[in-house]
């Protein structure tokens, strides 16, 4: 929490590594088993990405963390469209404040964010919404502000990966 200029790179950049890419070195790691295995037994499997509710808009004294859950948010909706005719549910959740150390780890003045929510309700809501949505809000405020821009998002993200399946079908025949 504070002024970009004013915190350390250090802190930015550790940002980036925990909130990007360790869930991308993750998934990398695990997808693939996961899939192969699914497949093998004819289940599905899941991947939750947790996201922000930030995710949506730029925030002033949060720019790293909030652009950071934006690229998770991006990346899972980009990896849904991808991975849609197997048997694998992504979901990013999209939650308000939570109530953990996060509040005073980050610097943010007054402890605890107001409105933190507790951990176990924003994992019962996420658990609850993987397999139904790609993106989940685990509080009424969030949902409200954002899902019309989710769901608008989710289309657009259909359409293109539409739009390059039928591309890639074509070269594939033109190639054979």
Same mark, same amino acid.
């Given at each position: 929490?504070?002024?970009?200029?004013?915190?350390?790179?250090?802190?930015?950049?550790?940002?980036?590594?925990?909130?990007?890419?360790?869930?991308?070195?993750?998934?990398?790691?695990?997808?693939?088993?996961?899939?192969?295995?699914?497949?093998?037994?004819?289940?599905?499997?899941?991947?939750?990405?947790?996201?922000?509710?930030?995710?949506?808009?730029?925030?002033?004294?949060?720019?790293?963390?909030?652009?950071?859950?934006?690229?998770?948010?991006?990346? /899972? +909706?980009?990896?849904? !469209?991808?991975?849609? #005719?197997?048997?694998? $549910? &992504?979901?990013?959740?999209?939650? =308000?404040?939570? %109530?953990?150390?996060?509040?005073?780890?980050?610097?943010?003045?007054?402890?605890?964010?107001?409105?933190?929510?507790?951990?176990?309700?924003?994992?019962?809501?996420?658990?609850?919404?993987?397999?139904?949505?790609?993106?989940?809000? /685990? +509080?009424?405020?969030? !949902?409200?502000?954002? #899902?019309?821009?989710? $769901? &608008?998002?989710?289309?657009?993200? =259909?359409?293109? %990966?539409?739009?390059?399946?039928?591309?890639?079908?074509?070269?594939?025949?033109?190639?054979?």
């Amino acid at each position: 929490f504070g002024a970009f200029l004013e915190n350390e790179p250090e802190h930015g950049e550790a940002t980036v590594l925990v909130n990007a890419l360790a869930p991308m070195a993750l998934a990398r790691a695990l997808l693939p088993g996961m899939l192969s295995r699914a497949e093998a037994e004819g289940r599905r499997c899941g991947l939750l990405n947790v996201a922000s509710s930030l995710a949506f808009t730029p925030t002033p004294y949060a720019a790293i963390y909030a652009a950071t859950k934006a690229f998770v948010l991006s990346w /899972t +909706e980009a990896l849904a !469209a991808e991975l849609a #005719r197997r048997p694998i $549910d &992504l979901l990013a959740v999209c939650p =308000g404040p939570v %109530a953990t150390h996060f509040a005073k780890r980050a610097g943010f003045p007054g402890g605890q964010l107001p409105g933190a929510q507790q951990p176990d309700t924003v994992a019962r809501c996420a658990l609850a919404a993987l397999g139904r949505r790609t993106v989940a809000f /685990t +509080e009424p405020a969030s !949902a409200l502000a954002f #899902r019309p821009a989710s $769901d &608008l998002r989710l289309l657009a993200s =259909g359409g293109i %990966a539409a739009g390059l399946d039928l591309y890639r079908a074509m070269r594939e025949r033109r190639a054979s």
